[in-house]
């Protein structure tokens, strides 16, 4: 007998596209997972400072990021849903267990370390957007428990059955719904005021290449300025955009989110008949969301701060030494005076930083990083103070709790596979609860950071190139896909929108990673290099094992007719 869904989903076969959109986005759910997801901290962060470094020049970036992560993210859906079996055991068999082990180690551990920040910037935003008078010690700890209580109320409803599920995703729905219209707010209140140059926006979403490796035209210009150090500026930019372009472009899709899409499908008992529905929900609960909430973070902060120093300059006149301006501002003056002249005391050292040419100055005021209470402030004599500080605090909120509850769902979902148990029930809820260690995030997240995030980071980063890799590889696999394997101008497709994903990662991984270094007391271990060249070992033995396992499916095959 056939459910509503089953009718619902031979109904749209039946229907035009509009029809047929009308029906799936009413079923439509674990995309809306993923969109919590991805909308987290580390977005916010990486659209914050694209735009503050790179200014409208890089509009084009975070949306190529996430169709490439949707590209292969429907893979996955179509192999996950048209085999039925666990991701992680489809892996071992048909790949390689090398492979599937590391892409479940670096799940937990990216789950696990990467809560700390989101519990951290959830409080930061009540403290500072919302409820100022929660500023404190005591405060910190009532915003920070208050979220994981939140969030461990509506995990729990995950865990409930299938009605459990549907209100788990609406919640969540709500919640990217109130990510993006906050900030889409900000763009409306700055485009009424005529403060947006919409068509330097719109060229910026023409790919500019050179701006990967050389200083946007706003720095350029201020670096000429700079006399005889003029290329060592240009060489510090190009690493700061680096890392910059990195973080936005890891966020869009992350390993996490590789493994949390099939669970989830399965978990609501999706199969061969839901693969279009699969992708459309891919697209309008992950693309569409995080391209309106990251590109307004980029739209805003371009049009407050890029090649803009008179805020910081004005801080540092105030003697406010504590804002993170003002702190980056001084690092990146007090690397300009060692290059000039090393060993110096500590009251040479600001004595040489204060007599730096001002160009140097300005120049260290505009690669100054900013936060989201700062960006909320540049709103006020536009929407007033409460408004603007509102809109952000409510955005930023809504970031981070969605993601801390969807890396607590992950997590249940890869500690049931690593003790190799069915994703529900006692176990599903224990694995679930260990990412709740984030609620520490407000206390030790500045100090931990340094010692977690590069490993981790490092960790993750060659470990997404290789699930993009693995389901490359099990979408070319008979053994696995069966009379669903795609064959003629179908695979010719797959294939070259799955190799172009798979390539961009493996680029911006060894981007990212190479000469990526962990400090240990006075020595530096080179955690990148590493971390490349186990990559590449795991790459052979992943691509040596596939071909092995499907010559032997091809002669069994081939002894059975």
């Not at 084009?60 to 893979?75: D, K, N, R, Y």
């Not at 900013?370 to 970031?399: C, H, I, K, Y």
Request: proline share 4%; glycine share 10%; net charge neutral.
């Amino acid at each position: 007998m056939l459910n509503r869904e089953d009718i619902l989903l031979q109904t749209a076969t039946q229907k035009g596209p509009l029809g047929k959109a009308a029906i799936y986005t009413r079923l439509s759910g674990p995309g809306w997972l993923q969109g919590a997801i991805t909308l987290g901290g580390g977005s916010l962060a990486g659209a914050l400072y694209l735009g503050v470094i790179m200014g409208y020049e890089m509009m084009w970036l975070q949306p190529i990021a996430m169709i490439l992560g949707v590209v292969m993210l429907s893979a996955i859906s179509y192999v996950t849903l048209t085999s039925g079996e666990r991701p992680f055991q489809t892996l071992k068999t048909h790949v390689s267990p090398v492979l599937a082990w590391g892409w479940l180690i670096a799940t937990i551990m990216a789950n696990i370390v990467w809560s700390l920040p989101q519990f951290a910037l959830g409080t930061a935003a009540v403290q500072q957007n919302l409820i100022p008078a929660l500023d404190g010690f005591n405060g910190k700890i009532v915003i920070a428990v208050s979220l994981l209580v939140v969030a461990s109320i509506v995990v729990w409803f995950y865990n409930s059955g299938s009605a459990g599920i549907k209100t788990f995703e609406i919640i969540l729905k709500m919640m990217v719904a109130v990510v993006v219209l906050s900030f889409f707010g900000v763009v409306v209140a700055l485009t009424r005021e005529g403060l947006l140059p919409w068509n330097e926006i719109f060229s910026g979403f023409v790919p500019r290449f050179e701006y990967l490796f050389e200083p946007v035209p706003a720095l350029a210009k201020q670096v000429a300025q700079t006399g005889d150090y003029s290329q060592w500026w240009n060489d510090t930019i190009a690493s700061i955009q680096k890392d910059r372009i990195i973080t936005a472009f890891a966020t869009a899709v992350g390993i996490n989110m590789t493994f949390l899409l099939p669970y989830s499908m399965l978990r609501k008992g999706w199969g061969t008949r839901h693969r279009g529905l699969a992708i459309f929900d891919l697209s309008i609960g992950l693309i569409i969301p995080f391209v309106l909430a990251t590109g307004c973070v980029v739209i805003a902060a371009a049009s407050q701060f890029h090649g803009r120093a008179v805020d910081v300059i004005t801080m540092v006149g105030d003697g406010n030494t504590d804002a993170k301006e003002v702190k980056d501002y001084n690092k990146y003056l007090k690397q300009r005076v060692e290059q000039e002249t090393p060993n110096l005391s500590e009251a040479e050292l600001i004595a040489a930083r204060e007599n730096l040419p001002d160009a140097d100055k300005r120049l260290a005021a505009m690669l100054a990083g900013r936060d989201n209470f700062a960006l909320a402030t540049t709103l006020e004599p536009f929407v007033g103070s409460a408004v603007s500080q509102t809109l952000f605090g409510v955005g930023v909120l809504g970031m981070a709790i969605s993601t801390i509850i969807i890396l607590m769902l992950i997590n249940g979902f890869a500690f049931c596979e690593l003790i190799n148990v069915p994703s529900e029930g006692t176990m599903h809820r224990i694995g679930c609860f260990l990412p709740a260690v984030g609620v520490l995030g407000p206390f030790v997240w500045g100090a931990a950071a340094p010692a977690l995030a590069v490993p981790t980071s490092v960790i993750g980063g060659a470990m997404l190139p290789i699930a993009y890799l693995s389901f490359l590889l099990l979408m070319n696999s008979r053994q696995t896909l069966g009379d669903s394997f795609p064959t003629g101008i179908k695979r010719l497709i797959w294939n070259i929108l799955m190799f172009s994903a798979t390539c961009v990662a493996g680029f911006a991984s060894a981007w990212g990673l190479y000469g990526k270094a962990m400090t240990i007391g006075e020595q530096k271990i080179p955690l990148g290099n590493i971390a490349l060249g186990a990559l590449a070992v795991m790459l052979v033995i992943g691509v040596v094992g596939f071909l092995l396992k499907e010559s032997a499916h091809s002669k069994q095959r081939a002894s059975e007719t």
